[in-house]
């Protein structure tokens, strides 16, 4: 399996899309065929349909994307701001917070670098669900969304 069902969409919603005055959409491109499938008559994307019915998104694994620079680590800044400490504290049982808290202050590049490998290590077995702020771009059309011909979804955290 190259790909993965993970969290629900309310998930995204309440909490990746942001607070009030952040970021009010997101925006996802899919292909609504099957693009692996070389048969005469069309295949449909049953990952995207099962996703949109069951009401999660699906989640690829890094090694299946197709530009080879994604998740390449000299790309990319996975320092963790104080907001993800923070979150990462509270997704945290009660009685391992104030522990991790104290290692934080005395150690805080150690700290870091524990988040850091937490996430690389996530993404690597949960994948990865990709948004933009964009739903106009000609790019992503074409690149993410079957050649014009599959789909952008919007998310609105307000709904």
Known sequence: MDTLKSLPLNYYINRAIGPEGFISHLYKYSS???LWDNKKE???NEN?????VESYLWHSLP???NDPYDCYDELIDYTPTEQVIEEVLRMQPVEQREILKEFKVKDP??????????????AIQQ???CFTKNATSNLMWSHYADSHRGVCLEFDHHI
């Not at 995207?48 to 949109?52: A, D, E, G, R």
């Open 32 to 34: 609504l065929r099957a």
């Open 42 to 44: 069309p295949t449909y």
């Open 48 to 52: 995207l349909i099962q996703s949109l």
């Open 63 to 65: 090694e299946t994307f």
């Open 109 to 122: 590049y150690t700290f870091s670098q524990g988040i850091i490998k937490a996430f690389k290590q996530t």
């Open 127 to 129: 994948g990865i669900c």
